[in-house]
Nanobody, 115 residues
């Protein structure tokens, strides 16, 4: 059974850091593109970071220089390291992978940046 489980979301002050995890089961992450998305109420879900099977990364302009996506193939987990967090980063964060032309999503993890 293909499953993605996000964790690591929390309440953090502006300027703080969090590391989100996306643990995969039922398939091997290393063979696929993996994406992090985020969504706030009333907003479209937007891609913020991605990593290819070869390890190349891409970021939305709004998070460049602050967020880093990485993968641990042994743990079959993708991470999103978030530094210098801003209130506008507040959202539910989701990991995503396309397998056999089908989109898979985790349940999401809440990140709240507030003083």
């Amino acid at each position: 059974q293909v499953q993605l489980v996000e964790s690591g979301g929390d309440l953090v002050q502006p300027g703080g850091s969090l590391r989100l995890s996306c643990a995969a089961s039922g398939f091997t992450l290393s063979g696929h593109y993996v994406h992090w998305y985020r969504q706030t109420p009333g907003k479209q879900r937007d891609m913020v970071a991605s990593i290819t099977y070869g390890g190349s990364t891409n970021y939305a302009d709004s998070v460049k220089g602050r967020f880093t996506i990485s993968r641990d193939n042994v743990k079959n987990t993708v991470y999103l390291q978030m530094n210098s967090l801003k209130p506008e980063d507040t959202a539910v964060y989701y990991c995503n992978v396309n397998l056999w032309n089908r989109e898979y999503w985790g349940q999401g993890t809440q990140v709240t940046v507030s003083s």
